[in-house]
């Protein structure tokens, strides 16, 4: 480990920029190449023009990236584009002045979003294949590689909570912990930490939740459900109570996190539920606007009749404005959520609405952090350095060395047993914020 500039620039950092991102580039290209065919079919030569140019543009970020090169302004007239740039602008004042932002050379969290928006950049400039995604077809294998606990999950919930409400308060809290769990633990099925490998979700996700409790190391669970239940007993029949949820991963995760929302809207512990998705393609997995619809359409037309029953009443739920999808240029900057009130002051007017924002996975939790290298046992909500739109709660597997929270010696236990607990996706947390 070595300082640089105040950010401590950590060995899993340089193994993910040096090794991991090329490795995600060149797949990038690859699936470009293999498209080739359905581009000269959509657009003829236009399409096949494109594709190559598209390829040329990436195959040089590879090299910029494996060369440490700076880091250069981007200039595809995107509405993000003057936010990113003044990024740059702010990193480059951080150095001396001969010196420029490069890719070994500037903070991790900056440079491996900086590469996502770079490949999108790539594609804008080159119509008509300007708005391919270029990780649908990973999303779209790791759904149906999933399908077997998606059915699993999906049957769970039509079959066995289908009398909801004779539940009384004790079972219902622990459906909602049953369902907090896994809505964790779809966490773990990212495409980004395994550089676009299957890491789908084999095991069924309901069996193994006794056995996997001990990996989560904070377990705030009680704390979200007296925040719930307390809502719940409250509000008056037109009063709302509102839960957003901060979107990871498409495929598994993005299931495990519609059937939490089903379960708090059918219990109405909440009256709506708000998503909020990424406008681009991001960290391979994660879920765009398009993910999120086609999930829904992909489960209507199931010939398993508990998923196209979810899909017909999450799309109902959706009609009914009690199932809300926003996407905001936010989720998709290299900014720390405590800028979020400069930097997108409506974004965070509209979560000061929600009465909890769960936070998924593992990017939202280092910029709820700063991505700053905390001891263990700073409290979570110094960490976020007074970012608290609402009542707030991080679900995370642990994949990246940055976690705050624990208690004294909880995160040295490991050092020596497991080095890599902190980056390998076995462990993860509940972590709730309640108040400023
Ligand atoms: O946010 P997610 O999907 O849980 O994880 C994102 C991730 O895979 O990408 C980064 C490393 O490349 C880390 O933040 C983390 O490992
Ligand atoms: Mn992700």
């Known amino acids: 480990m070595y300082y640089f500039d105040s950010f401590l620039v950590r060995s899993f950092a340089y193994f993910t920029i040096k090794d991991r991102l090329p490795q995600i580039l060149t797949?990038?290209?690859?699936?470009?190449?293999?498209?080739?065919?359905?581009?000269?079919?959509?657009?003829?030569?236009?399409?096949?023009?494109?594709?190559?140019?598209?390829?040329?543009?990436?195959?040089?970020?590879?090299?910029?990236?494996?060369?440490?090169?700076?880091?250069?302004?981007?200039?595809?007239?995107?509405?993000?584009?003057?936010?990113?740039?003044?990024?740059?602008?702010?990193?480059?004042?951080?150095?001396?002045?001969?010196?420029?932002?490069?890719?070994?050379?500037?903070?991790?969290?900056?440079?491996?979003?900086?590469?996502?928006?770079?490949?999108?950049?790539?594609?804008?400039?080159?119509?008509?294949?300007?708005?391919?995604?270029?990780?649908?077809?990973?999303?779209?294998?790791?759904?149906?590689?999933?399908?077997?606990?998606?059915?699993?999950?999906?049957?769970?919930?039509?079959?066995?909570?289908?009398?909801?409400?004779?539940?009384?308060?004790?079972?219902?809290?622990?459906?909602?912990?049953?369902?907090?769990?896994?809505?964790?633990?779809?966490?773990?099925?990212?495409?980004?930490?395994?550089?676009?490998?299957?890491?789908?979700?084999?095991?069924?996700?309901?069996?193994?939740?006794?056995?996997?409790?001990?990996?989560i190391l904070v377990d705030d669970m009680e704390s979200i459900w007296s925040l719930l239940i307390n809502s719940k007993k409250r509000r008056t029949s037109i009063e709302v109570t509102r839960v957003d949820i901060v979107l990871d991963n498409a495929g598994y995760e993005l299931i495990t996190d519609l059937i939490l929302a089903d379960f708090l809207l059918s219990s109405k512990l909440v009256t709506e539920i708000h998503f909020h998705g990424k406008c681009i393609p991001w960290y391979v997995s994660d879920t765009t606007k398009q993910d999120f619809n086609w999930t829904i359409k992909q489960l209507q037309s199931a010939n398993n009749r508990w998923m196209s029953r979810c899909g017909m009443n999450w799309e109902g739920s959706i009609k009914k404005g009690v199932l809300v999808y926003h996407d905001h240029i936010f989720w998709t900057l290299p900014h720390e959520f405590c800028s979020m009130a400069q930097v997108a002051t409506d974004l965070y007017t509209e979560l000061q609405k929600s009465?909890?924002?769960?936070?998924?996975?593992?990017?939202?939790?280092?910029?709820?952090?700063?991505?700053?290298?905390?001891?263990?046992?700073?409290?979570?909500?110094?960490?976020?350095?007074?970012f608290h739109p609402a009542p707030l709660c991080s679900l995370r597997t642990l994949k990246s060395d940055v976690q705050v929270g624990l208690k004294p010696g909880q995160g040295e236990q490991f050092v020596t047993s497991e080095p890599d607990w902190m980056i390998c996706g076995k462990y993860g947390v509940v972590q709730f914020d309640a108040s400023l």
């Open 27 to 215: 797949r990038v290209i690859d699936t470009l190449h293999r498209h080739k065919n359905e581009f000269f079919e959509e657009h003829g030569e236009k399409g096949i023009e494109a594709e190559k140019n598209t390829i040329s543009i990436l195959s040089k970020l590879r090299n910029e990236l494996q060369t440490d090169k700076p880091l250069v302004p981007l200039d595809d007239k995107l509405p993000d584009v003057p936010l990113w740039n003044q990024y740059l602008e702010y990193q480059q004042n951080l150095l001396d002045g001969n010196e420029q932002p490069s890719w070994f050379q500037s903070p991790w969290l900056y440079v491996e979003c900086y590469m996502y928006r770079r490949i999108h950049e790539a594609l804008v400039h080159n119509p008509p294949i300007d708005d391919y995604d270029v990780f649908k077809e990973a999303k779209i294998e790791s759904f149906f590689e999933s399908q077997q606990a998606i059915i699993a999950l999906c049957t769970y919930l039509q079959e066995h909570l289908k009398n909801i409400e004779d539940l009384d308060e004790k079972q219902l809290q622990e459906e909602l912990f049953k369902l907090l769990q896994v809505s964790l633990w779809g966490n773990k099925c990212d495409l980004s930490i395994s550089a676009g490998e299957d890491n789908s979700q084999k095991a069924s996700p309901l069996k193994s939740l006794d056995n996997l409790k001990t990996l």
């Open 355 to 386: 009465h909890l924002i769960i936070f998924k996975g593992d990017l939202n939790y280092r910029k709820l952090t700063g991505d700053r290298k905390w001891e263990f046992t700073v409290p979570f909500h110094q960490a976020l350095n007074k």
